[in-house]
DNA sequence: AATCATATTGGTTGATCGTTCAACAAATAT
DNA sequence: ATATTTGTTGAACGATCAACCAATATGATT
């Protein structure tokens, strides 16, 4: 029987997994609830551990929240990037199927959770410096990688395109149109806004193909 | 002497006042430190208001908050639509100056505050139905504005294209860059933003005179 | 002058907040 | 075997939380 089968010892073996269980369920409660909103005590008793473990692996609900953001950082590839482009090849639809995982994730919650990131930067860019620049990292992250499939479509945007920007704007519309759902709980908000940044990528390209036309 | 000056005793003629005084109170510190995060007290301190008071014209914080709400719908025409209106004549160059005043907002708080209800949006929706339905009404009402702007602009637009839907996704590019602006704390996510949304009602004005020429 | 509705006061409630710590247990190194 | 490192326990801390209420004051009505 290995250790970690249920097994409520004080084993230092399970070290790894009382630090994951803490940052799974903050991770879980500050989505659902908000971080002022959520006692230390609502963590301790999702994940099953005792105060004082805690505050051996974190010294803070501060430091908490910053492991919970970390954690976004390292998951953006395998959890969402990853999957994104084995399930699709054309770069420009990478973006729009990206932004398809974000509207199954908001419908699988009948729209009560949206972004994590968004939400939290929300909350605590004002208060909490450190996790702030870490919600900046997270944003940045997910824009290099949106960057780089725009610079993959290559001529089928115009060449003054600016595709840092273009991404931006695409992480804008996102949070914009996740924050108009989560308000109503419907998910058409949602859908009405990438539909306005399809129409907008769609006069994009036909300008980039008139412009290939042109320059023969 | 009138009553309201300097005059600290129980006076009920002050009534209004002391009302006011928390909404106004409760705002500004709702959007600064998020509500969760705002103690009673802290209300009750920056008011300069007893707690009996406030629980004589609120019967919770939870009713203050959907106080603040109520008056956030009452100051939609007053302080933002009007103004605009005022400055600005052209529907459609009204949604910008629109977008303009929030910039001015954004920047004149170094970036540390943005749209009150957006922030409010992602923190009470989950938790807080009543002021939820407030927020949404607060949204439709900001988008209904627009809406009749756009449409306003009769031919300018493509005859195919939704005013209403458009006007929601206004919104949509506005909420998004105000997060990114507050979260970078700097104002080029958001302008970078509303130049995306710029470009994209560019094309749909060429779209509209193009469609124009062909059909005489 | 008496009455009444309106408003204010401020101390107090029990609950919960984030955090600490001395004692202890298990694994590893010596 | 012993010592050391790594983790765990759970009670307890002071502070703050939202909320309550009996006493009191004011202005308007009669």
């Known amino acids: 029987m290995r250790r970690s089968d249920s097994d ?6 399970d070290a790894a997994s009382t630090r994951e269980k ?3 369920a903050a991770a879980r ?3 659902e609830r908000g971080y002022a909103a959520t006692g230390v005590s609502a963590v301790l008793a999702e994940a099953g551990v005792r105060s004082g473990s805690m505050y051996y692996f974190f010294k803070s609900k501060d430091d908490l929240l910053v492991g919970v953001l970390d954690r976004y950082l390292e998951l953006l590839r395998p959890v ?9 090849a054309d770069p420009i639809d990478r973006v729009f199927t990206l932004l398809a995982f974000y509207r199954h994730f908001l419908v699988s919650t009948n729209c009560r959770l949206g972004c994590p990131i968004g939400n939290l930067a929300l909350e605590i860019s004002d208060t909490h410096e450190e996790a702030r620049q870490k919600v900046v990292q997270n944003f940045e992250n997910w824009c290099a ?15 003054s395109c600016d595709r840092g920007a273009l991404s931006r704007y695409v992480l804008t519309v996102m949070e914009g149109g996740q924050m108009q759902a989560k308000a109503q709980k419907r998910i058409e908000p949602y859908d009405a806004s990438i539909a306005g940044l399809r129409d907008h990528f769609n006069r994009l390209e036909a300008e980039a193909r ?3 036309e042109r320059n023969g």
Chains 1, 2 share one sequence.
């Open 29 to 31: 409660l500050f989505l």
């Open 80 to 88: 969402l990037i990853e999957p994104v482009e084995a399930a699709t």
């Open 210 to 212: 008139a412009e290939k």
């Open 22 to 24: 803490l940052l799974e």
């Open 8 to 13: 409520n010892s004080a084993a230092p073996a």
């Open 145 to 159: 990688v949106v960057a780089g499939w725009l610079v993959d479509a290559g001529e089928r945007l115009p060449a």
